[in-house]
């Protein structure tokens, strides 16, 4: 069964288009992601879903009922949903547990309401304020308010974007267990690829334009993107083009075997760092090279980056991230091999 289903949405503002002609579903009990820049749309498709806005162009169903068309909008207070915004919204004169019961239509269901304080690790801040509590406590207490209402749709908008680094992987690691405990169907957005990754089960690009340029599982969109753009979003990727001769590409990093296919098209060449593999030689490096400008440790890998020489003696800046025990020094040659396997090409944008 579906929780959302949206068929051909385009939505206008001020004359401008901020979503053409959008298609998207969401199974129930499952988590979805809307990845994409600022001002692609992706949080005016949120107010349409909730029905703070009327719809233009296209139907919304939720849970196989037309909710949204151009001729038929039902009520936000109609529609079962929950939305935690980006602010957290909760009452300022209300203690968390007062917040919570107001979310369950002020039903003092203590046994609930303790059972999700403890959840979300804030089994002593009931009769505390909003200003009591730090940051990723109120981003705690907004999730939980909007979960114990049992909505039958959730939509999520940026919300750990307010977060600092540390305590966003914290945060986000609790919210996806609690979302999973109570089953329940989620939108999300976001600008963070890997926090779409983390906790989606699908995810929907959006290019500026404010349409859907693919879709896919976590896996299918980092290891088949259809598009330069895609590619570029799931992480950095050193860059190279040119034209195809012979089934390949004569890049600074050797020749590139390209898919007949190609032939006598100019290709973009997508490499991720980890598929730039390096080692050390004693004596001068055969075959290609390059010299390490920096190398830095990062933790769970190094971070190297090198200049290497291109058939017309430019200087190309390529990455390579290797096991934390390599730490080459700089101004070091290195030998440079490619894991052809992770190779990614698209026809020239």
Do not use: W
Request: hydrophobic fraction near 40%; charged fraction near 20%.
């Amino acid at each position: 069964m579906l929780a959302l289903d949206i068929k051909n949405l385009s939505h206008k503002i001020n004359n401008k288009i901020v979503l053409n002609n959008i298609s998207l579903d969401l199974k129930k009990d499952k988590i979805a992601c809307l990845l994409g820049p600022s001002g692609c749309g992706k949080t005016t498709l949120l107010k349409l879903i909730a029905g703070l806005e009327r719809i233009q162009t296209g139907e919304i169903y939720l849970n196989n009922k037309l909710a949204s068309s151009n001729r038929i909008h039902l009520d936000t207070g109609k529609r079962n949903i929950g939305f935690l915004f980006q602010d957290y919204a909760l009452f300022p004169h209300l203690t968390v547990k007062k917040n919570l019961e107001f979310a369950i239509n002020n039903k003092k269901q203590n046994n609930e309401i303790e059972e999700i304080a403890s959840l979300i690790k804030l089994p002593n801040a009931l009769n505390k304020f909003p200003h009591e509590l730090s940051g990723g406590e109120q981003q705690r207490v907004a999730l939980a308010r909007s979960i114990i209402s049992q909505p039958s749709l959730l939509l999520l908008d940026e919300p750990f974007s307010s977060l600092d680094l540390n305590l966003k992987d914290e945060i986000r690691d609790d919210t996806l267990h609690l979302l999973q405990k109570f089953n329940i169907s989620v939108i999300v957005v976001t600008h963070d690829p890997f926090e779409a990754m983390f906790i989606s089960n699908k995810i929907y690009i959006f290019k500026e334009n404010g349409s859907i340029i693919q879709s896919g599982s976590p896996n299918e969109l980092y290891n088949n993107p259809t598009s330069s753009y895609v590619a570029e979003f799931f992480g950095e990727t050193n860059k190279f083009s040119g034209l195809v001769k012979n089934s390949k590409v004569e890049t600074a990093v050797g020749a590139i075997p390209i898919d007949s296919g190609f032939e006598s098209q100019y290709v973009d060449i997508h490499i991720r760092p980890q598929a730039i593999k390096l080692y050390q030689e004693k004596t001068p490096v055969n075959g290609v090279k390059g010299t390490v400008m920096a190398s830095k440790l990062m933790g769970s890998y190094s971070f190297i980056h090198l200049s290497v020489l291109d058939k017309n003696q430019e200087v190309i800046h390529v990455h390579s991230h290797m096991p934390p025990s390599f730490n080459p020094k700089r101004s070091t040659a290195v030998g440079i091999e490619i894991d052809k396997e992770k190779i990614l090409i698209f026809p020239k944008e």
